[in-house]
């Protein structure tokens, strides 16, 4: 006689995406524990006609502990957060916040004035200004329409 097999087919897609997913980076991409896992910051790149903007969420980065420098177009942001003095005393639940360094590598779409970049911190997010050289600015075109 045969048996039932309980069938759930999201969890088989689960599992063959996983595995997909697995295959082609050659590991997981969402491990079940999150130890040993890096820190990346995100970062959200806005243009306006006159400059490149970067903002980058560093919370409990000291602006001393990162360095900015701009390479062939690329925008490289390195730093470290540091972690804490913990209690000795202290048994921890649980762990979720990262520490360590990190570095983003971020290509710009245009010629920047590197002399003329700025960069503030406030809040625990960094903010980059990065001006576009004048030849980069957008032209604008009028178009002659014929009757």
Same mark, same amino acid.
């Given at each position: 006689?045969?048996?039932?097999?309980?069938?759930?087919?999201? =969890?088989?897609?689960?599992?063959?995406?996983?595995?997909?997913? =697995?295959?082609?980076?050659?590991? !997981?991409?969402?491990? *079940?524990?999150?130890?040993?896992?890096?820190?990346?910051? /995100?970062?959200?790149?806005?243009?306006? *006609?006159?400059?490149?903007?970067?903002?980058?969420?560093?919370?409990?980065?000291?602006? *001393?502990?990162? *360095?900015?420098?701009?390479?062939?177009?690329?925008?490289?942001?390195?730093?470290?957060?540091?972690? !804490?003095? !913990?209690?000795?005393?202290?048994?921890?639940?649980?762990?979720?916040?990262?520490?360590?360094?990190?570095?983003?590598?971020?290509? %710009?779409?245009?010629?920047?004035?590197?002399?003329?970049?700025? /960069?503030?911190?406030?809040?625990?997010?960094?903010? %980059?200004?990065?001006?576009?050289?004048?030849?980069?600015?957008?032209?604008?075109?009028?178009?002659?329409?014929?009757?």
């Amino acid at each position: 006689m045969a048996d039932i097999i309980l069938w759930r087919p999201l =969890q088989e897609l689960k599992k063959e995406m996983d595995r997909i997913w =697995q295959d082609f980076f050659g590991k !997981e991409v969402i491990p *079940e524990r999150w130890e040993g896992i890096s820190w990346v910051p /995100a970062v959200d790149i806005s243009e306006t *006609e006159d400059n490149v903007i970067v903002k980058v969420d560093v919370p409990g980065v000291n602006p *001393e502990d990162m *360095e900015i420098s701009i390479v062939d177009n690329v925008l490289l942001i390195k730093g470290e957060k540091k972690k !804490e003095e !913990e209690e000795k005393k202290e048994n921890f639940y649980r762990v979720e916040r990262f520490y360590g360094s990190f570095m983003r590598s971020i290509p %710009i779409p245009c010629e920047v004035d590197v002399e003329k970049i700025e /960069a503030t911190y406030k809040d625990g997010v960094l903010k %980059i200004v990065l001006p576009k050289k004048p030849e980069e600015k957008k032209k604008v075109i009028k178009i002659n329409v014929e009757k």
